[in-house]
């Protein structure tokens, strides 16, 4: 079975200064790991996803993921936030055994403020 | 390219009547997946959809179905709604199901049942 989960309901942090989303998972064999973001009444949009290789992924927007196989996380980062980084951001987790169900954590909420 | 297209995007029903919600991939997409998402369950899977055939499918009752047709077009059905079937539907389609293919998300049909 696969599961994500998010620790924080919600991350403040002030425009200019670098975002930590925390994400980790359990998944038996190899993961395939995604971020998405939510705004108010939209869907999810991709940011990014880990496949194997580099740890380090980027993706949309100035996003990037750190993958850490040890301890089994996920964590979505950007340098310099932006009042417009604002959202919801989901990280989710597919294993091989699971044909396309993408197993998605509780959300965390980031607020950005000016 | 067009993204993923839902609609109705936003409906009211009643207890006790039944709903279709429809969903058209991207183009050249065939795997059509469907969540639904609520503030106190999250996002959860409901079912999938590969080349007409169901694929995978999460933990609803009967009275959550779905269908796929020859040009990948997707439609939901929830007969017999009930008060917790209110809820944001999301559609998503990727090129193939699995593995690290990547879920592009509808904006949803936003479902009340009063």
């Known amino acids: 079975a696969q599961s994500v989960a998010q620790p924080e309901d919600q991350v403040n942090v002030a425009e200019g200064n670098p975002l930590t989303v925390k994400c980790t998972y359990s998944?038996?064999?190899?993961?395939?790991l995604f971020w998405y973001v939510q705004y108010p009444n939209r869907g999810l949009q991709f940011l990014l996803k880990?496949?194997?290789?580099?740890?380090l992924v980027k993706g949309s927007y100035g996003f990037e993921a750190e993958f850490n196989k040890s301890q089994t996380s996920f964590h979505l980062k950007k340098p310099s936030a932006l009042v417009s980084d604002s959202a919801l951001y989901f990280c989710?987790?597919?294993?091989?055994?699971?044909?396309?169900?993408?197993?998605f954590g509780a959300g965390t909420q980031v607020v950005v403020t000016p | 390219k067009a993204g993923v297209t839902q609609t109705p995007r936003y409906l009211i029903k009643t207890r006790g009547q039944q709903v279709t919600l429809s969903c058209s991939p991207i183009?050249?997409?065939?795997?059509v997946s469907w969540y639904q998402q609520t503030p106190g369950q999250g996002l959860q899977f409901l079912f999938e959809?590969?080349?007409?055939?169901?694929?995978n499918k999460g933990n609803f009752p009967g009275r959550f179905s779905g269908r796929q047709f020859s040009n990948s077009r997707s439609e939901m059905n929830v007969s017999t709604l009930e008060l917790g079937d209110s809820a944001l539907y999301l559609c998503?389609?990727?090129?193939?199901?699995?593995?690290?293919?990547?879920?592009?998300f509808g904006a949803g049909t936003r479902l009340s049942v009063l």
């Open positions: 959809y590969f080349s007409e055939t169901q694929r």
């Open positions: 880990y496949i194997t290789g580099d740890n």
């Open positions: 989710a987790v597919r294993d091989t055994d699971s044909w396309g169900k993408l197993q």
């Open positions: 998503a389609s990727s090129l193939a199901a699995g593995g690290a293919n990547i879920q592009y």
């Open positions: 998944v038996s064999g190899n993961p395939y």
């Open positions: 183009s050249g997409h065939r795997s």
